[in-house]
């Protein structure tokens, strides 16, 4: 294990680590199949400042009107004792009258140190969790732990909320508006993703003070703006099925060794910065090196992924390029050229491109005889 | 005008969102001013044409003088009126809220946001040289100030400290005086209905609707809601208060003792 971390800090060079925060850990799962992202990611590589390096810099980040209204809504939410997260509360979870304890964990008697937080959470929550009168229901901005490839990341969910029934509820407040009783599917998949890892790791938490998996509900609560109003609304998600998701990639990163024998020991991504933070590697070294780790781009990347500009700039001409479901399509067509020419029957193509062969024909015949008969 | 325009801009771009609210509050007076002053122009104009005319100004423009005889009060007694009038430690943004809805004058929020480290300096200078400080709420455990919450120094200790169930307790005597001030008004503003519909719409059976509201069945719901809460609540708060009158200087009374003093340690560990 020593090896392998000597080996993903020599990978790293001389930079910082970076921390994984919940998004970072949501964005894992959105292309488990990339060996670059993995392996930069367990590395603590910085991506953005690698990018910009190589010469893709990319503007990467929620916008500063994002932030703010996020945070004007949850303000909102939460003000008077969250008074009106209790309304959708005892509407949604049936939470009785009695239960209005609030525990504000953003700071600790004006200490806002991780470690701190993140043991004044443990201790109230395993109170909450031993006692069997009512010792706590609602806590502010808890601070989590999870370990990332063999890291831990501190993660900060909105609100937790603890029932009678012996379980503990994420509470995820998003500023995205629920219109008509429909969201922006995107938008909900990220924020269930991102409760997921909130579960995970109050799960983890709750696992070492000695309480089980069925402690933590499999549902979280989401609390949107209902249609064009300011007015909160809630929904009950199920995120079970992002949770196995979750795990899986999370044991991956636990066996990145097996990724990482794979790579030439002198590769690394280390940009040589000086004391100005300047870089002084040549960027095509730097290029080539990043090459060495093989990438899977798809458009999506776009969304999450700091290098997503390197990537597409290097899947140029490749099917993949066009997106998932055109890679999936074509599959063993892996260049558009050759899909062009096996579409006109000037490459009769391999035995395992022949089915995608006779689909691209048979295309390449509907649009030519649509065009002529448009003509 | 032009100037304050120009410092708006100043302040925007240099980031200081503070500074730049604080401007934009006083150009906007600015503005209001000017077309007040047209406004009497218009009127004297008009009655100087008009020869018997005997009032001086229309009751249109002496309405829209009003607002500029208001300001009159010192922010600090204007967020003290508005805490006496809620009974319970409160966060600027419901203090604003209050004065607005009840008060004349304009409290802007963003000058809420020193007040109180002000008072806590003015304290510290010259201690009890005011009859009445605006202080900060205690959290219960660690008798460090509450986040975000301001208070008056002349309430007894136990009002002042934040347990667990402190935020509902407080929101909920908060919605008894609100309703309680206005059925002795009478005729309430629509703004101080608003507000009370606002802290209507989250207690259970205090009204279905903001026009069918009555301040009578808002105030009888937040006390029966109260009347669950406030055995438990109080017991934490008095016992509270006697640590915190037994442990505490004077001024870390008022304004509170944190963990701060180990932070720096925290942050270079």
Redesign the interface.
Same mark, same amino acid.
């Given at each position: 294990m020593n090896d392998l971390e000597a080996r993903l800090d020599r990978i790293r060079g001389n930079v910082a680590p970076r921390n994984h925060n919940a998004r970072t850990v949501a964005a894992l799962t959105s292309n488990p199949g990339c060996a670059r992202r993995a392996i930069m990611d367990a590395a603590g590589v910085d991506k953005q400042l690698l990018a910009s390096c190589a010469g893709f810099a990319a503007q990467f980040g929620q916008s500063q009107f994002a932030i703010g209204r996020g945070n004007a809504f949850e303000a909102q939410v939460k003000a008077g004792g969250c008074a009106e997260l209790l309304r959708l509360l005892r509407e949604h979870l049936q939470l009785s009258i009695p239960e209005v304890s609030y525990d504000n964990l953003d700071e600790v008697g004006g200490n806002t140190c991780r470690e701190v937080r993140y043991a004044r959470t443990r201790a109230l929550l395993a109170r909450a969790a031993r006692s069997d009168q009512d010792a706590g229901t609602l806590f502010d901005h808890p601070l989590l732990r999870l370990q990332v490839g063999g890291r831990p990341v501190y993660l900060e969910p909105d609100l937790i909320a603890f029932q009678l029934r012996n379980r503990f509820y994420v509470v995820e407040i998003k500023s995205f508006s629920v219109i008509d009783g429909l969201a922006d599917g995107e938008k909900v998949a990220a924020a269930v993703i991102q409760s997921a890892v909130y579960v995970l790791a109050l799960r983890d938490l709750l696992a070492d003070l000695g309480f089980g998996a069925d402690s933590v509900a499999d549902n979280v609560v989401l609390v949107c703006p209902e249609n064009f109003s300011n007015q909160p609304t809630a929904a009950l998600l199920d995120v079970r099925k992002q949770l196995t998701v979750l795990q899986r990639q999370l044991a991956r990163l636990e066996r990145i060794g097996s990724l990482v024998d794979l790579l030439p020991p002198a590769l690394t991504f280390d940009p040589r910065l000086d004391e100005y933070g300047l870089p002084h590697r040549p960027v095509s070294e730097l290029i080539s090196d990043v090459r060495t780790v093989q990438a899977r781009y798809a458009p999506q990347c776009l969304a999450s992924c700091e290098m997503c500009f390197f990537c597409r700039d290097e899947a140029r001409g490749t099917t993949a390029a066009l997106g998932r479901e055109v890679r999936d399509e074509l599959g063993a067509v892996e260049l558009v050229q050759v899909a062009l020419r096996l579409a006109d029957g000037t490459l009769t193509g391999a035995d395992d491109q022949a089915e995608a062969a006779a689909m691209l024909r048979a295309a390449a015949r509907l649009r030519s005889e649509c065009l002529d008969g448009a003509a | 005008m032009d100037k304050l325009r120009g410092d708006v801009r100043h302040a925007m771009i240099g980031g200081d969102r503070v500074r730049a609210k604080e401007l934009r509050a006083e150009l906007r007076d600015a503005e209001h001013r000017w077309d007040e002053a047209l406004a009497e122009l218009a009127d004297k104009s008009q009655s100087a044409a008009d020869s018997d005319a005997q009032a001086p100004a229309t009751p249109v423009a002496a309405l829209r003088l009003a607002p500029r005889a208001r300001v009159l009060l010192p922010v600090r007694e204007q967020v003290h009126q508005a805490l006496t009038l809620l009974g319970a430690p409160a966060?600027p943004?419901?203090i604003v809220a209050v004065h607005e809805a009840f008060y004349a004058g304009r409290l802007v929020s963003s000058r809420l946001t020193s007040l109180r480290r002000d008072e806590e300096r003015s304290f510290r200078a010259a201690p009890y040289a005011r009859p009445y400080y605006l202080c900060a709420a205690l959290?219960a455990d660690?008798l460090?100030?509450?986040?975000g919450l301001l208070a008056v120094s002349t309430w007894p200790m136990d009002r002042r400290i934040i347990g667990?169930?402190? %935020?509902?307790v407080?929101?909920l005597t908060?919605a008894i005086a609100v309703a309680e001030q206005l059925q002795r008004s009478g005729d309430p503003e629509p703004a101080a209905r608003r507000l009370l519909w606002r802290?209507a719409?989250?207690i %259970?059976r205090a009204a279905s609707s903001m026009r069918s509201m009555s301040p009578h069945e808002v105030a009888t719901a937040a006390r029966a809601?109260l009347a669950?809460?406030k055995e438990a609540d109080s017991a934490h708060r008095t016992a509270a208060a006697r640590r915190a009158r037994t442990q505490l200087d004077d001024a870390a009374q008022l304004f509170g003792?944190?963990?701060?003093l180990?932070?720096p340690a925290?942050?270079s560990?």
């Open positions: - | 966060a943004r419901l959290t660690l460090s100030p509450a986040r667990p169930l402190s %935020p509902r407080d929101y908060a802290f719409a989250n %259970p809601e669950v809460h003792s944190g963990l701060a180990s932070r925290d942050t560990a």
